[in-house]
Nanobody, 122 residues
Framework: QVQLVESGGGLVQPGGSLSLSCAAS????????MGWYRQVPGKQRELVAA???????VYADSVKGRFTISRDNVKNTVLLQMNSLKPEDTAVYYC????????????????WGQGTQVTVSS
């Protein structure tokens, strides 16, 4: 069992910055990879950025160069720094943790946070 506690989010003007943080607790093997996904009404949840333990991060093309994901393996936290925000970044952002098997695309453990709203609007 993994518990994910998210913080951050809110309302920001276009061009502004926000950061999201997610803290994981539980079986460490179940958060080999941690990341952020986002979802808007009527659309599927999509990957924003993810970082597996000891490896390079992956980003959605739409956020490359603007968002940075980082991870503290001692504190088991993942941070998403979002800069140059655009209205199209508005969504509910979810923290996700998964084990090695799931990261490879095989059946495994996946946990989700409760979600936090990010709204980019003037």
């Amino acid at each position: 069992q993994v518990q994910l506690v998210e913080s951050g989010g809110g309302l920001v003007q276009p061009g502004g910055s926000l950061s999201l943080s997610c803290a994981a607790s539980g079986n460490p093997s179940h958060f080999y990879a941690m990341g952020w996904y986002r979802q808007v009404p009527g659309k599927q949840r999509e990957l924003v950025a993810a970082i597996p333990s000891g490896n390079s991060a992956v980003y959605a093309d739409s956020v490359k160069g603007r968002f940075t994901i980082s991870r503290d393996n001692v504190k088991n936290t993942v941070l998403l720094q979002m800069n140059s925000l655009k209205p199209e970044d508005t969504a509910v952002y979810y923290c996700r943790a998964e084990d090695f098997s799931s990261w490879l695309g095989d059946p495994g453990f996946i946990s989700w946070g409760q979600g936090t709203q990010v709204t980019v609007s003037s």
